[in-house]
């Protein structure tokens, strides 16, 4: 079984400065890992994904997100936060084994709270 | 570009009716699902299919069918509601084939309250 862990329900940081949304997941094989993001009475946006490689992903609006694989880890962060980067973030995970039928498992969601 | 629709936005039923959410997507995408959100719970799978014909269950499909006559629809039916089905659903699509590395794109979301 797969599963993924937000352990901070809630992060706030002030604007300008770094921010870091955390990730861990468990799977059978390796991982497929994805962020998305959330925005009041929305459906979720695609933000980036890990799939192979570099283990440092870019993705939209200036996020990125650091892939361990001996921490099971995939930590979302941002050089410089943004009061409009204040969200609900959620960490996803989808297994290789299956490539048709990869079902994604998405962690709790962390609110993230930038203040100005 | 439409994307995936779903509607109603909003709906409101009493114990034991039935009712349909409907989805539909522009995108040729094979992989579609449902999910409902509830707070603090994340995301739950509640059905998945990944071609025309072809449906199975996610994590939480008591009480919810499904069925994939077309590549563009995927509607989600709950045939007696309860209120332990209010949540906020929303209807997934994604591209499938053997890289199986798309990322989801979702709907607006359907806000369901059972009385």
């Known amino acids: 079984a797969q599963s993924v862990a937000q352990p901070e329900d809630q992060v706030n940081v002030a604007e300008g400065n770094p921010l870091t949304v955390k990730c861990t997941y468990s799977?059978?094989?390796?991982?497929?890992l994805f962020w998305y993001v959330q925005y009041p009475n929305r459906g979720l946006q695609f933000l980036l994904k890990y799939i192979t490689g570099d283990n440092l992903v870019k993705g939209s609006y200036g996020f990125e997100a650091e892939f361990n694989k001996s921490q099971t880890s995939f930590h979302l962060k941002k050089p410089s936060a943004l009061v409009s980067d204040s969200a609900l973030y959620f960490c996803?995970?989808?297994?290789?084994?299956?490539?048709?039928?990869?079902?994604?498992?998405f962690g709790d969601g962390t609110t993230l709270t930038v203040k100005p | 570009n439409a994307g995936v629709t779903q509607t109603p936005k909003f709906q409101v039923l009493k114990t034991g009716q039935s009712m349909t959410l409907q989805c539909a997507q522009d995108m040729n995408h094979e992989y579609m699902s449902w999910y409902r959100q509830d707070p603090g719970m994340g995301l739950r799978l509640i059905h998945y299919s990944v071609g025309a014909g072809i449906t199975d269950q996610g994590e939480v499909p008591n009480g919810y069918n499904v069925s994939r006559s077309t590549t563009e629809d995927f509607p989600l039916r709950l045939l007696s509601a309860a209120p332990s089905q209010t949540s906020v659903y929303f209807c997934?699509?994604?591209?499938?084939?053997?890289?199986?590395?798309?990322?989801?794109?979702f709907g607006e979301g359907s806000r369901l309250t059972v009385l």
């Open positions: 996803a995970v989808r297994d290789t084994y299956n490539t048709n039928a990869g079902k994604s498992t």
């Open positions: 997934a699509s994604r591209r499938s084939g053997t890289s199986n590395t798309g990322e989801l794109f």
């Open positions: 799977v059978s094989g390796n991982p497929y």
